[in-house]
């Protein structure tokens, strides 16, 4: 268990952070978080102009924050490339990289690249990304992967993963690309063993952001949406995990946080409940040789 109140009296973090879908939600409270006090974050979303008004909203409470957004779309391959360059343009090395952007349930779409669009943003870009920025880690950086309590009841359709034979269920594909999240980080543990990079996965819980809002979803996803409304805590409490797997100093690689611990709210939990697909090994492997096929990107070159 992490005290979360030991973390907010941190100061003067010196550290190199990339963070994915920074400009909205859980993104944005992370980056609030740690750019208050003192690190120097770099943050991609699509929206430069949700962009700007994080940025001023943190610089109205704290006046010279080093963040920079540099434009990202995790469903277009030159976009990630440009933004990998970008980053290694600005640090020498990265502290902490947060895969936290995502999409929830929207009807079927696909990538720039031709993915199915929740597996290719939520899982596929993030891979990119990391696959790009590997060997830019300082020695003891930590790479977090954000997923969900979704992943809970998912699967992986392993001879259909982007609903090309099959019916796309728009709560079945999200649940499949938040089990990747965890999938992908069994596999990066495994591939930085031996190191002191350590790989976390977190879930927020249930928390109000724009993840509920968007105008794509379908009629029916905003009914439940409206009706999961009153038991969401807050965007900067669905955060405290993220920040938690940043910061807390008793983490260790291959944990999975999550914000509830009964009876003291203060609390962050390292042990969420993983689905069991993911505790199996030729299934990790498995999946992380797929997502290396799809994206013609090797861990190993
Ligand atoms: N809120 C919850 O209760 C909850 C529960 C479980 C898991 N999560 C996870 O938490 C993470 C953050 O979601 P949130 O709840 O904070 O929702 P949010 O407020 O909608 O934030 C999502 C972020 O992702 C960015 N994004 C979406 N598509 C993108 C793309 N193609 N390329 C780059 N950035 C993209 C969005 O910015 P742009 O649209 O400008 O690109 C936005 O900054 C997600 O991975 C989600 O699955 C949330």
């Known amino acids: 268990m992490i005290d979360f109140k030991a973390l ?4 003067d973090l010196d550290l190199k952070v990339v963070i994915t879908g920074a400009n909205s939600g859980i993104g944005y409270e992370a980056m609030r978080f740690l750019a208050v006090r003192g690190a120097h974050i770099i943050f991609g979303a699509r929206s430069l102009a949700k962009a700007d008004e994080a940025i001023a909203k943190i610089e109205a409470v704290y006046k010279r924050p080093k963040i920079e957004f540099v434009p990202l779309d995790l469903g277009d ?3 990630i490339f440009a933004f990998v360059d970008k980053v290694k343009e600005t640090f020498d090395s990265i502290d902490i990289l947060i895969n936290n952007a995502g999409i929830m349930a ?3 779409g696909k990538t720039k690249q031709g ?3 929740q597996m290719g943003i939520n899982h596929l870009g993030h891979f990119i990304l990391t696959h790009q920025l590997k060997d830019h880690l300082s020695e003891q950086a930590r790479i977090i992967n954000v997923s969900s309590q979704a992943s809970l009841p998912g699967k992986i359709q392993w001879d259909d993963i982007f609903y090309e034979k099959s019916g796309y269920t728009p709560f079945k594909s999200y649940a ?3 089990l990747a999240n965890v999938l992908f980080s069994e596999g990066l543990v495994e591939y930085f063993k031996g190191s002191s990079v350590k790989v976390l996965t977190v879930h927020p819980g249930l928390a109000s952001t724009g993840l509920f809002n968007r105008k794509e979803s379908s009629k029916g996803f905003k009914v439940i949406f409206k009706l999961l409304a009153p038991f969401a805590s807050s965007a900067e409490k669905g955060a405290r995990p993220t920040i938690a797997a940043a910061l807390a100093k008793e983490v260790n690689s291959g944990d999975f946080l999550g914000p509830k611990v009964k009876g003291n709210p203060h609390f962050i939990s390292q042990n969420e409940k993983k689905n069991a697909i993911a505790l199996n090994p030729s299934n990790i ?5 797929w997502s290396e ?3 013609g990107l090797s861990f190993r070159d």
């Open 106 to 108: 929207l009807p079927y």
């Open 115 to 117: 993915f199915e669009q």
């Open 293 to 295: 096929t799809v994206t």
């Open 176 to 178: 499949q690309s938040k």
């Open 77 to 79: 391959n030159d976009s």
């Open 285 to 289: 492997t498995r999946f992380f040789n």
């Open 8 to 11: 907010e009296k941190l100061n």
